[in-house]
């Protein structure tokens, strides 16, 4: 069996992805190809999440000896579980609601740091969707005792920072994005939906990284900068926009981190994160309309609280 070996630069981690035919990384995974490594920087595996991607002709049963309550959520026409075994390691799955018997597993080391990935035949036609899910859930899972995030948000680059919109589904993140992108000067946009947070633990400063994770809207940047402001966003009559101090800040940007509550020490790793942020970091709640207004009110405070 054709194997294929790869390595991956995403935010401050490294990943070696292998692909066993068909599986093939670069098939696979089209939005990963500006984190990867050319051959002359790949680092030893030791230093890599390792993730092994094998097809598999015959079914792969789900694992019984459990140590909690397995964890389920749908994605997009897909069900995804999260089990604990008994043994510490992990069982991710997932299946399409139409058939809900026919799974695709990740079998995961406790920490996350080894997996692979059983791809059965029938579900080789979505291979790509599977594979790119397995993989932000092992990143996410793996990384996040590492002061961590993947966080559900919209992120533009201007006068090199970050500054990432935050706010539950329809309330207008990528809208308020494209205003930036429209209204201000010198705007990118770095990720529309899932851009990675990171504390260097030497410096304490906030970098925010683009990700090979960008929900719809194909932007897979290999940039970082250092987060300016984090805004969360509700939809409101006025525009009006106000730091949050302490407790109010933590509490807008801790719903948005992908999580296991299951695992205390990648919970208790994402509350010192997410807690460290909150205490450096200028964190708003921006009630706005969708317009030019709400755009310049929300630039012209986050650039000036972000200011030294």
Same mark, same amino acid.
């Given at each position: 069996m054709k194997q294929t070996d790869l390595f991956y630069h995403i935010g401050p981690h490294l990943l070696r992805i292998t692909g066993h035919s068909p599986l093939e990384p670069t098939v696979l995974l089209p939005s990963f190809a500006p984190f990867r490594l050319p051959p002359c920087e790949e680092q030893p595996a030791a230093e890599a999440i390792e993730v092994? +991607?094998?097809p598999c002709n015959?079914?792969?049963h789900e694992a019984q000896d459990t140590f909690a309550q397995p964890v389920f959520f749908?994605?997009?026409g897909m069900r995804c579980t999260i089990r604990r075994l008994g043994n510490g390691d992990y069982q991710l799955g997932i299946a399409p609601l139409s058939h809900p018997d026919t799974a695709a597993y990740a079998e995961c080391s406790r920490h996350f740091r080894c997996n692979r990935l059983y791809i059965p035949e029938a579900l080789l036609p979505h291979a790509s969707f599977v594979v790119n899910n397995f993989l932000m859930m092992i990143y996410t899972f793996a990384t996040a005792a590492q002061g961590t995030l993947m966080v559900h948000a919209s992120v533009v680059l201007h006068a090199g920072k970050g500054y990432l919109f935050l706010?539950?589904?329809g309330t207008g993140k990528s809208t308020h994005t494209s205003l930036w992108l429209k209204h201000i000067e010198g705007t990118r946009l770095?990720?529309?939906d899932n851009p990675v947070i990171a504390v260097d633990p030497k410096t304490g400063l906030v970098t925010v990284y683009g990700t090979p994770w960008s929900g719809k809207t194909p932007c897979y940047l290999n940039e970082s900068a250092p987060v300016g402001a984090i805004v969360r966003l509700a939809q409101a009559p006025q525009n009006a926009i106000e730091r949050l101090p302490g407790t109010r800040a933590f509490a807008a940007l801790f719903p948005s981190c992908s999580c296991l509550r299951q695992d205390m020490d990648i919970y208790r790793g994402i509350i010192d994160t997410v807690t460290? +942020? %909150?205490m450096h970091i200028p964190i708003c709640n921006l009630r706005c309309l969708p317009d030019e207004a709400a755009a310049r009110l929300c630039m012209q405070t986050v650039t000036? %609280? %972000?200011q030294p």
């Open positions: 092994d +991607i094998y015959t079914e792969v749908d994605w997009e706010g539950k589904s770095l990720n529309d460290h +942020i %909150a000036q %609280a %972000a």
